[in-house]
């Protein structure tokens, strides 16, 4: 994480003073000492050798730049899309489910219609039921009384085939004293 504000420039600072120092080193050596050969000046130029954690001699204190990779225009792009694409994919599913609710709902209106019709057509059926129940016991007394007609024809129906096989009888009998 990059460091703002104070922290930045305390950093920057710390950053320049042993860069500074080893160049006043180099100056005071390169007075002092013999001319040294070209690869030895190159390798010992902070100029020229990559910069790697120095240790401060005063406190021990190691700095280090931070390593800052420039962003990628693409990844940009790319995670626009991707939110974008989330978003609608997010939209979709709720949609769905939002569909989905709205159907049940629609579901249950319906059923809730049909189990109203349905409730109505058993009231009507049951008033026709309590009606015809009511008309066949007003009519019972009439059903009774045909009953009773019934048990009467019939009893006089045995009398009759009595009475038809007593003239029978009568007759035979009236026949035989004929011949006589």
């Not at 690869?39 to 990559?50: F, G, K, Q, Y």
């Not at 190691?62 to 989330?86: N, Q, Y």
């Not at 939209?91 to 809730?112: A, I, P, W």
Request: charged letters at 25%; glycine letters at 2%.
């Amino acid at each position: 994480m990059a460091a703002t504000g104070d922290d930045a420039a305390a950093m920057d600072s710390i950053s320049r003073a042993p860069a500074a120092h080893l160049a006043a080193l180099n100056a005071a050596a390169s007075s002092s000492s013999p001319p040294e050969a070209p690869e030895a000046a190159a390798a010992e130029s902070p100029a020229v050798a990559p910069k790697k954690p120095s240790t401060n001699s005063d406190g021990g204190v190691e700095t280090a730049e931070e390593a800052v990779e420039p962003a990628e225009p693409d990844i940009d792009e790319l995670c626009t899309d991707m939110f974008e694409k989330m978003s609608v994919f997010l939209q979709g599913e709720l949609t769905g489910t939002c569909e989905d609710y709205r159907l049940l709902e629609n579901m249950n209106k319906l059923t809730s219609l049909k189990y109203m019709e349905m409730k109505d057509i058993s009231i009507n059926i049951s008033r026709n039921l309590q009606d015809l129940n009511n008309k066949y016991a007003s009519l019972q007394p009439y059903l009774d009384q045909i009953n009773q007609i019934e048990d009467q024809v019939s009893s006089l129906e045995q009398a009759a085939y009595k009475m038809d096989a007593y003239s029978k009888k009568l007759e035979a009998r009236f026949k035989k004293l004929e011949k006589r």
